[in-house]
């Protein structure tokens, strides 16, 4: 038997470093060749790292969150034969000392020293009909409860957690697959200091749980981006209304016409097509500002970020060639860029590259919004939900629907008169929809 150290791969494009998200496996797993051992993330993009042999785990190299130098020792496998480290090499990582040592909670504690010291963590063989002494470990544990998740509970469970005012889903299931028991309800009103006052009596009981969540993985790489983002771009915002009566009339008329052979179109592949055509005459829109050289690329290309919402955070795929799509292909294009964002499918190549980006909060979209630029990008826009109101036409009062557009820019590149002629370009382009398709 030998050791195999997998060292982090080199993905390419330049990176030096990865932060570890994730851990397929665990210390003592088997492992087959091509089975996912790790996810790793670079930017945005998440990139799954594969065993190269069989063998089975005894050492890992980091921790969730760690950020690690491309080379580095990712993990340890047992593997038939001599493997690829030599005797005498590197001591392996503290964390491959702490499996044997944990397997015999009877060992001593210079026996537990001594295994540390080994200058390779293999694990003795006849330990291994140990693993029938873990019967210990199949009482209920905690269970990490997901946002939405629904608690397990009986009936009755829930019915008295209503009498007494307590929301289940912050009570701790004992029970198997985290059920909650009417222990668990005595316990919590316990732990709150509080009796079993009924419902009509006192209100919810108190509640002083904290919880630390440590920002890591995608989350940190949008933290790090907003504030690279606010920190280095001096944003200006503008907001004008736009009637899109029309606009959504016609929307409807080519849903119902080519809807069922073309596929639905959103108003997202319209605005887009308003921003194509409105970008011609102001280039400087359709920019990156590479702040650190002075130089800001233009770019014939429209290539249009949709800032798209996943359940790690938000993404920004990228649309390519938006000037040489009709509205169709916008759309189809829309809903593959989203649907790979939220099932962790898109490349690195999809989410980088955009020139200027579309955010959208559909229904939820309010009336204003000032949403951040997508440095190195110098525009940004987007949509508030659409609201009908009355509004005069003609000297007549008549409902219209009505919907603001919130955009930011750079304003070391774009000046404030040349935004608001932009901005004004698309509301005309919207208003009179017909003007989309006039070259």
Known sequence: MGIHVIKMPDIGEGIAEVELVAWHVKIGDMVAEDQPLADVMTDKATVEIPA???????????????????????IRLEVEGEGNLKPGGDSPPAKAAAAPAAAQPAASAPAQAAKAEAPVPVAPAKPAPAAPAQPARQAPAAVARQPGDKPLASPAVRKRAWDLGIELRYVHGS???????HEDLDAYLQGQGTGGQARGGVAYAERNDEESVPVIGLRRKIAQKMAESKRRIPHFS??????????????????????????????????????????RDFPQINA???????????YGAVHIGIATQSDGGLMVPVMRHAEARDLWSMAAEIVRLAEAVRTGAASRDE????TITITSLGPLG??????????????????????????????????RKLMNLSSSFDHRVVDGMDAARFIQAVRALLEQPALLFVE
């Open 52 to 74: 190269p042999v069989v063998g089975r785990v005894v050492a890992l190299g980091g921790e969730v969150g760690q950020v690690m130098a491309v080379g580095g020792e990712l």
């Open 175 to 181: 029970g198997p697959a985290g059920r909650i028991l």
């Open 238 to 279: 503008y907001v004008e209304e736009i009637d899109v009566t029309e606009l959504e009339d016609l929307r409807a008329s080519l849903n119902q016409k080519w809807g069922a052979t073309r596929g639905k179109l959103t108003l997202l592949p319209l605005l887009a097509r308003a921003m194509v055509v409105a970008l």
């Open 288 to 298: 990156r500002y590479d702040d650190e050289a002075g130089v800001v690329t233009r």
């Open 351 to 354: 989410l980088s590259g955009s």
């Open 366 to 399: 309010g009336i204003v919004t000032t949403p951040v630029i997508n440095h190195p990008e110098v525009g940004i826009v987007g949509v508030n939900r659409i609201v009908e109101r009355p509004a005069i036409r003609n000297g007549a009062v008549v409902a």
